[in-house]
């Protein structure tokens, strides 16, 4: 077996186990250097990642753990949010305790990302999916002095094991009525399973663990009130990473596994994006807390996600890949902001933003450009997916009508998105109380991480070709090859 | 009479069901983790009775995957729930109500 596809997952997990190691040596007043070593070591694993022009295709432990365009694509993305969240605590490296610990624990959720943007077996999905989730409990309940960090982290804990439950049952039908859980072969055989209603129970179980993931209706309920309770490092990382992952998952998943099922199935993932996003943009209107605004802006854009992959077409693909490449940079320009701004204040009501503009132009910015690129505005990196998601479903417009409903929809929901985030714009900029107008301060590494946030978003919005082809190279890897064999007109990816 | 794969089936379906049922239908944050564990082993007993019933052992391998997962997760999981009773006095979902707009 070739371990070197396995390099960055075992670089990772090694620098995770530094991290926790160090922190026996290192006295407690040098903390910060933890989170220094760990920026780097991802930093470096980041180029080395995202530099390697061809890296080496291939499978390991038995098919089980595929390296393909798409797993290089999502992996550069995961590496990339784990070092903008690491940069963002080393400022909060005294307040919070357990440094070392926190760091180790955002790098081997990093590392089960990894894992879940390769796997090719739903056993390796589960238990990816499980390394992130069971991280993400301890995470989110990370200031265990504040109530409402345990409240999100208990809420957590019961919705994801829930979803796991599910999951774990559906894996299991799957593999009874299938005889293997590997995608590959799954594929190949997709026609006769799709007769087998234990197979279509197994798949639809599987599914609601992944929906969870996402967050998307009627798998949401969690997401605002752990956005809002975790720790803004932690929840800046869940909305993208975890997110990205099971997107990384639902797409193989749905056109690695079972491409056949997933077109027979598209209108019901249509369905669900539209209430998806809908239910995200109606009721993020009437919030307060950014956090939680955040956490419905969360479920908004898994509902856009879904109309992508309900376009069951290349064209969809690419689009949603794109859209979680822009999307990444911009949630966590956002979050750096709103991680500053909470942890001076102690607040995350909008009133918290009211004269940002005057007390640190940078914050205000930053935030400023990352709600504007959410609510998809030209030339920010939020607008070029949102655009090619919005014409991948209009390609199917002209045939079918509720693919035109799910375009009405999603414009629907574009310009409600527009009234809550100039909402907390207009707070920032133009506050209607008299507010304190203290300078906030911002730290070194959170600068630097802020800069490449909005480097990626401006750079992305301009120039967008490189991500696209990217997107395009990586949606195009996903047919599987067994069943191009077996079928050589394929009516999923044409 | 030898019990049959549909039997095994039926019982880990009433477990699921059960652990479901307990999810939805309990308070107490003890006996709603009791439940979601009920679940992960109706899972366990479907994927062994499939593994003995179609020679194939990739499913018992399964299942020390789940018990291992599902031991990290009850770890970390009653660890929160005894946080949280230390710091509400309580371990009751009526009262994880802090968390709205």
Redesign the interface.
């Known amino acids: 077996m070739n371990y070197s596809l396995l390099s960055l997952e075992i670089l990772v997990t090694l620098l995770g186990v530094a991290v926790l190691l160090g922190d026996l040596w290192i006295p407690s007043s040098a903390r910060r250097l933890l989170g220094y070593v760990a920026a780097t070591g991802i930093g470096i694993l980041l180029t080395y990642a995202v530099g390697t022009a061809a890296p080496p295709d291939g499978t390991a432990f038995g098919g089980m753990f595929v390296v393909d365009a798409l797993s290089n694509y999502f992996k550069g993305f995961f590496l990339l949010s784990a070092l903008v969240v690491v940069l963002l605590t080393i400022g909060s490296s005294e307040s919070i305790s357990g440094y070392a610990e926190y760091c180790a624990l955002i790098l081997f959720a990093t590392v089960g990302m990894l894992f879940a943007a390769s796997a090719n077996d739903f056993?390796l999905m589960?238990?990816a999916l499980?390394l992130i989730t069971?991280t993400f409990?301890?995470l989110v309940?990370y200031s265990?002095n504040r109530?409402?960090s345990?409240?999100?982290?208990?809420?957590y804990?019961?919705m994801g094991?829930?979803a796991?439950?599910?999951m774990?049952?559906g894996?299991?039908?799957i593999?009874?009525s299938a005889?293997?859980?590997q995608f590959y072969e799954i594929a190949a055989r997709q026609t006769e399973l799709g007769r087998s209603p234990v197979f279509l129970i197994g798949l639809l179980l599987t599914l609601v663990g992944l929906g969870f993931k996402i967050a998307a209706v009627p798998f949401q309920m969690w997401a605002?009130?752990v956005y809002?309770?975790a720790p803004a490092t932690t929840t800046a990382f869940l909305a993208t990473g975890s997110k990205a992952a099971g997107f990384a998952l639902l797409l193989r998943v749905a056109f690695s596994a079972v491409p056949d099922i997933t077109a027979h199935w598209s209108r019901l993932i249509l369905g669900l994006g539209v209430v998806t996003l809908l239910y995200g943009s109606l009721c993020a209107i009437?919030?307060?807390?950014v956090k939680?605004l955040m956490g419905y802006s969360s479920i908004a854009n898994a509902g856009y996600l879904l109309l992508g992959v309900a376009a069951v077409s290349l064209n969809g693909s690419t689009a949603v890949l794109t859209y979680l490449g822009g999307y990444i940079f911009t949630v966590l320009a956002g979050f750096a902001v709103i991680a500053v701004v909470t942890a001076q204040s102690n607040s995350d009501d909008v009133s918290a933003f009211a004269g940002l503009g005057q007390r640190s132009p940078l914050l205000a910015t930053g935030l400023t450009v990352s709600l504007v690129s959410l609510a998809g505005i030209p030339p920010l990196a939020g607008f070029f997916g949102k655009f090619l998601l919005l014409k991948s479903i209009a390609a199917h417009a002209g045939s079918e009508r509720l693919y035109l409903v799910a375009l009405l929809a999603a414009c629907v929901g574009v310009v409600i998105s527009l009234y809550y985030y100039f909402g907390v714009v207009r707070a920032m900029f133009w506050p209607r109380t008299v507010a304190d107008l203290t300078p906030i301060p911002v730290d070194g590494p959170t600068r630097l991480a802020l800069g490449i946030c909005l480097i990626g978003v401006l750079y992305l919005g301009v120039f967008p070709n490189a991500l696209v082809q990217g997107a395009k190279q990586a949606a195009a890897g996903l047919v599987p090859q067994t069943a191009i064999a077996a079928q050589p007109v394929h009516a999923v990816h044409h | 009479m030898t019990p049959g794969l549909h039997h095994y089936?039926i019982v880990?379906a009433l477990l699921?069901s059960l652990?479901?049922f307990g999810?939805v239908s309990r308070r107490s944050?003890l006996v709603?983790?009791m439940s979601?564990e009920l679940?992960?082993n109706?899972?366990?007993l479907?994927?062994v009775?499939?593994s003995q019933f179609?020679n194939?052992l990739?499913?018992q391998?399964?299942v020390f995957?789940?018990i291992t997962?599902a031991a990290?997760?009850v770890a970390?999981?009653l660890a929160?729930?005894v946080?949280?009773y230390r710091?509400?006095r309580s371990a009751h979902v009526e009262d994880?109500t802090?968390?709205?707009?």
């Open positions: 056993v589960f238990v499980e069971v409990f301890i309940s265990r109530s409402g345990l409240e999100a982290g208990v809420k804990l019961i094991a829930l796991s439950g599910f774990v049952f894996i299991a039908l593999f009874g005889g293997t859980t605002p009130d809002q309770g009437p919030q307060r807390s939680r | 089936l880990s699921f652990g479901v999810v944050l709603i983790y979601l679940m992960l109706a899972a366990n479907a994927l009775a499939f179609n194939n990739d499913g391998v399964m995957f789940i997962v990290a997760e970390v999981g929160l729930i946080a949280l710091k509400r994880l802090s968390l709205k707009y």
